[in-house]
DNA sequence: CTGAAAGCGCTTACAG
DNA sequence: CTGAAAGCGCTTACAG
């Protein structure tokens, strides 16, 4: 299918230009003295050859003549004969997390290397949202879904197994569905692992959204290795959370009020609620990096550019992004797949080490 | 068209769960024993009534069968039908660049309302991707094109007007096209009355992108106005560079190596890269909103949350985008539309006032 | 190797 | 008020 858009791009260009009307297989077979049916066979022949569809004459002089006038396949035409739209719908809780946004763009990457475009749309975790855009999304006829804002125990993964929706999932996982993710529960662990070998010993967790299994896994990963490195984790020392600076900020007061003595590290389950608590930490005269350790997750572009550098676990959610496509692939192809976790890495920075090197890592940036 | 997809919420939902068959027009002409093109006239006629297209009680049974079966029109056959496809293309530099992301939403939300779905690419504001992305949008036969990543002077546009496909810019503005942007002049302006105001005489600006209105317009805003006031901008005074953090650094460098006096007050034309210059300001010594004051711009939702809450002008990023959806529609039923600016404001935090009370603006939300 | 036909699901004049 | 036909642009068996 992809032989079709070059046409549109290169040396063609200004015979593209010139035509704003489009150009059919009829008006191409027509000009060549052939049937529509003759230029369609050949057109979906190997690039090179024939392959048995044509004579290579033929072959050339319809590819020549498809290239020259820009001729593009109209995808509606091809939907509504096949079956298949090549359109992927991608749902998110919202594009203006960075987190999401990212994904997306390796998903978008991924997906027109597939020949395929995408929707995406904006659910804001909230459940009649995800449901009404996932009707939206089907009623465009999408081949399939990657939906990145699953709530664990939510029954829309269910309904659209039952209605036969080829789907995947995205950053956050559900049991008994495939999914492309970060290992979470490795990230939480990362944090474990750096904060006890930094001699903390009293520390707290800003553990998220309890739907969320990014927030349950981190946590879980967090806690589960703090337990075995031989350390203590008060039930008050975990508190849910929203995702955001104001979720941070509550949380973090919470922690303070609540837990003595009081942590002297605090991990928060992504960088926005992190950046919350730091903000709650400095009105209350506590200095991050000096009283206490502040370590994030997601390594989102401003973590390494706060005046204090925020420690983060950085995840690869590019290649997630391009994973869940590629996963989506295998079940639209009616294979079976697994789910797909990769792997994060680690970044500390000035607000949780006293001693370390710091790992300057550059982030993404802004183009308005 | 609406009322199509209403059939698939609320009470429906379990019928339409259940099947996973697509119902289509002829399946619920040959349920009630009418012709196809019976069902397609009365589902096209007003809501209530039959609006003389067919019998009241014929439409009464139609228009239940449709709910009941939770019928909805295939896209790609009346697509293929009327030549609309009630697609949107969307072109942004970068979905993981917030301002872009929100404008997004907005444009998600008004084109949904008017049954018209969207499309979004990145195109990283390479010229050659804008081309390529453009040729994918319009390949998919999208009925319009909302460009947000616009450079000034480049051939695209023009292109576009030739091969007469309808589009809007939004987020920049190319004079002669029809743009939602905000009122970047007046930002600037708004900047240069606070800084003035603030006892400020020597000042630089961190200007962005020759390329994007947005930098222009703001840069010129704020110089004229300055001039206006009675100040004095020499050139190197006035530094572009890139968008991002990095590019806030650099020209912060630039700036303090070429400007005597030190200037007191620096205008980053966007807030990456006033947080950038935050940055080369701290690794100075020199103390943000103490010995020297920083405004951005477009109050992304960090601004408020850094340790020294920047000031910044908030621009109205999801009207804007919202707007340019309404403008497009308009293009598209023929209408000649006018540009559009919709006016910002200026948000004084820590950065920049020794003596102001503090504006605490919370902005949006982490979910992933 | 190529043509001709059927049909995907819809809409829209045109009859009656 | 309703039916029947044509056709949007494509693909895909089926002939020959």
């Known amino acids: ?21 489009t150009v059919t297989l009829k008006d191409l077979a027509k000009e060549l003295g052939v049937h529509p049916s003759t230029v369609s066979r050949i057109l979906h022949s190997g690039t090179e050859g024939a392959r048995g569809a044509a004579s290579v004459a033929t072959a050339e002089r319809v590819r020549d003549l498809a290239r020259k006038r820009g001729y593009s396949p109209d995808p509606q035409a091809t939907g509504l004969r096949t079956g298949r739209t090549h359109l992927l719908g991608v749902i998110v809780p919202r594009l203006s997390d960075l987190v999401l946004a990212i ?11 597939l020949g395929y475009s995408t929707f995406v749309m904006n659910s804001r975790d909230n459940p009649e949202e995800q449901r009404r855009k996932t009707d939206t999304m089907l009623a465009r006829r999408v081949d399939g879904l990657i939906i990145g804002d699953a709530h664990l125990n ?24 495939p999914s492309a993710t970060c290992d979470d529960v490795l990230g939480g662990q990362l944090v474990a692992d750096h904060l006890w070998s930094e001699g903390h010993r009293d520390v707290a967790v800003i553990a998220g959204e ?28 975990v508190v849910w959370s929203h995702f955001d600076t104001a979720g941070g900020r509550e949380a973090t007061g919470t922690i303070l009020t609540n837990c003595t003595p009081r942590p002297t590290a605090l991990f928060a389950v992504n960088d926005f609620a992190a950046i919350g608590a730091m903000g709650a930490l400095r009105s209350r005269g506590l200095s991050v990096g000096h009283h ?46 697994e789910s797909v976790k990769l792997k ?25």
């Open 1 to 21: 299918m992809m032989q079709f858009l070059e046409c549109r791009q290169g040396n063609e260009l200004n015979e593209s230009l010139s035509g704003s009307v």
């Open 103 to 113: 994904m997306y763009e390796g998903i978008e990457e991924a997906a027109a290397e």
């Open 154 to 177: 939510s029954g829309l993964l269910r309904d659209l197994t039952v209605r036969k929706v080829p789907f995947v999932l995205v950053n956050r996982s559900v049991p008994g569905y």
């Open 210 to 237: 309890r739907y969320a299994s990014t927030a349950v896994d981190r946590t879980a990963g967090f806690v589960d290795r703090w337990r075995f490195l031989g350390g203590q984790i008060p039930p008050e020392a």
């Open 292 to 337: 206490i350790a502040v370590v994030g997750f997601n390594d989102t572009s401003l973590a390494s550019e706060l005046p204090i550098p925020l420690s983060s676990v950085r995840s690869p959610m590019l290649d997630i992004g391009r994973t869940a496509v590629q996963l989506l692939k295998r079940v639209l192809d009616g294979e079976h797949v």
């Open 344 to 368: 994060p890495v680690l970044c500390v920075r000035e607000s949780s080490a006293w001693t370390e090197t710091l790992a300057a890592v550059p982030g993404p940036s802004e183009s308005d």
